[in-house]
């Protein structure tokens, strides 16, 4: 098993509000909450929205056999929280998008939620994000990983 292949994890360098290499709807707040080196973001919404947390670099994965993806995580009241990951091919044709549902595995203490996806073949480079669906009463996340497995 590799390391955690996404850089600046702990989200401690900024640009326009959001650390660099995410991008956000701009509901997702980065918060100066500090857990173990990590800073934190939060999320609530009382009524139906999207959000999306975006790792916009692409991460290599044509030896891997499996990918784990995840999050140190806690909320209440939740509606939808989807781990993706696309992969895509060396003329850059996605291949394949992988989705789970994780929010029957959250709950109000931190703890790490992750997701395991098996690397298609073909498969060169992949994307990853998370997104947050519907009513979502409060959520605080830090510490995006994800890790390749031959």
């Known amino acids: 098993m590799k390391g955690n292949q996404i850089k600046n994890s702990n989200w401690h360098e900024r640009e326009n509000e959001q650390p660099r290499y995410f991008k956000t709807n701009e509901y997702l707040h980065f918060d100066e909450t500090v857990i173990e080196s990590h800073k934190v973001a939060s999320l609530s919404f009382h009524m139906e929205e999207y959000e999306r947390l975006v790792y916009t670099e692409t991460i290599a994965c044509d030896e891997a056999k499996k990918v784990t993806v995840g999050l140190v995580i806690r909320g209440n009241d939740l509606e939808e929280i989807n781990y993706k990951v696309a992969f895509y091919n060396e003329a850059d044709v996605c291949v394949d998008v992988y989705s789970h549902n994780v929010v029957a595995e959250v709950t109000p203490q931190f703890k790490r939620v992750c997701v395991t996806y098996p690397v298609p073949?073909?498969?060169?480079?992949?994307?990853?994000?998370?997104?947050?669906?519907?009513?979502?009463?409060?959520?605080?996340?830090?510490?995006?990983?994800?890790?390749?497995?031959?």
């Open 121 to 150: 073949n073909g498969a060169c480079y992949l994307k990853v994000g998370w997104e947050f669906k519907g009513i979502n009463t409060g959520i605080t996340l830090f510490n995006p990983s994800v890790q390749l497995m031959d």
